[in-house]
């Protein structure tokens, strides 16, 4: 059987490659067809994102019996807290009201802060500039201001969204804030919110937040003197059952490791919790909660108000105050996706050479002729001529 020619390897290896890069293109289509094909529907969403509604809440403590968390969410065994000062623990049971939780890593963001440095250090505009923003719990109020800690389809939530909102327009941010009501708060909120979230992400948003507050009855746990203003922290919440956990995760731990450098004490951490708070949907998810019920809700929206100043620079948003060139934005879990077709790529091609050549070192050679004879041939280039005649192409 006479071996193919030189010139149709090289098609072989071009085509191959071709697939592959479609094949990429093909798994990770634009976010707007990409929302379009996500079920509206999940058989577990909303069984494990449930609140407290006894009034009670839930305090987790390290293996010292020191406080580390207070959350009306419910909490469970292998959720995963990083704590303000970003030790990373886990639970490891639940007894009651209390939580136990297990040390991992004394710093969860260990090497953050030289990527966040190199984004915000860079000049120039990122493209997309649109940041999507909704609430799943659109009743949830803060009862010193509002009078009360829920006022249905018509929350002070909204209000703490609308100063997070205005914050991202002042930093040069196309803001799509969605007001859909999605009451009762219940089980089946999430599974209600989750249409808002799909049409946003049919807009093609660089980033989607569910804006909420907390239930813990303590005001004080949630107050914050920050940047010489009276606030409440936030909490960023990062569900572990969906396929963008990972690369949430590292989005959310981003945005506590900018925050801490431009406002520290803000981010009161990190929690881990068992569901999938329609995170699913896109792997710059976060869900934010903005202090608690009994906080005043002129101190959440002035820590809405910090947290929206410093996500652009995450983004790589350009501000009219500091213009960004077009930075990697790119989380570990993105590049993930990518590495694995740039080896499909590399193997491929590999198996073709073997296989048309019959042996490594037939491969080996190919591979040598294509970086001289090979390339200039398929390409046409005029040097070819000056090799068989002997002659300058320039004479």
Do not use: C
Not at 60 to 82: A, C, S, Y
Not at 303 to 324: N, Q, V
Not at 385 to 390: A, E, L, N, Q, Y
């Amino acid at each position: 059987m006479q071996r193919p020619t030189n010139r149709w390897i090289t098609l072989g290896i071009v085509a191959l490659l071709a697939g592959i890069i479609i094949l990429g293109y093909q798994t990770s289509k634009p976010a707007e067809q990409a929302a379009a094909e996500f079920e509206l529907d999940l058989p577990d969403l909303g069984v494990w994102e449930q609140e407290r509604d006894d009034g009670g809440y839930y305090t987790i403590v390290d293996e010292e019996g020191n406080i580390l968390d207070k959350t009306i969410r419910q909490v469970h065994p292998e959720d995963e807290f990083i704590a303000a000062n970003n030790r990373h623990y886990r639970v490891e049971r639940v007894e009651g009201d209390k939580a136990y939780a297990k040390l991992l890593t004394e710093n969860a963001l260990a090497g953050l802060d030289l990527i966040i440095a190199q984004q915000v250090a860079a000049q120039g505009k990122e493209s997309n500039n649109k940041i999507a923003m909704y609430h799943t719990h659109t009743d949830e109020s803060y009862v010193p201001t509002d009078g009360t800690e829920s006022i249905p389809g018509n929350g002070g939530i909204y209000k703490v969204g609308e100063s997070m909102g205005e914050k991202f327009r002042e930093k040069g941010v196309e803001v799509l804030y969605d007001k859909t009501p999605h009451e009762p708060h219940d089980a089946d909120a999430y599974r209600r919110s989750r249409r808002t979230a799909i049409e946003l992400m049919k807009k093609t948003p660089a980033a989607i937040i569910d804006v909420h507050r907390d239930g813990v009855p303590d005001p004080d746990f949630y107050y914050a003197n920050v940047a010489g203003m009276d606030v409440t922290k936030v909490r960023l919440v990062v569900g572990r059952q969906n396929q963008n956990m990972q690369a949430n995760l590292d989005f959310a731990k981003q945005i506590k490791a900018q925050l801490d450098k431009y406002y520290p004490g803000l981010v009161h951490g990190i929690f881990m919790a068992k569901g999938n708070y329609n995170q699913d949907l896109s792997p710059r998810s976060i869900l934010v909660e903005v202090g608690t019920h009994t906080n005043e809700r002129q101190l959440a929206e002035q820590g809405a108000m910090l947290f929206a100043d410093a996500l652009p620079d995450i983004l790589g948003i350009s501000t009219p105050e500091t213009p960004r060139a077009p930075t990697d934005t790119s989380t570990p879990g993105d590049r993930r996706s990518l590495w694995w077709i740039v080896t499909i790529a590399v193997l491929g091609a590999a198996a073709f050479l073997l296989l048309s050549t019959g042996s490594f070192a037939g491969a080996m050679r190919k591979l040598k002729q294509f970086s001289s004879d090979e390339w200039a041939n398929f390409l046409g280039s005029p040097h070819r001529k000056k090799r068989k005649t002997g002659q300058d192409p320039e004479e």
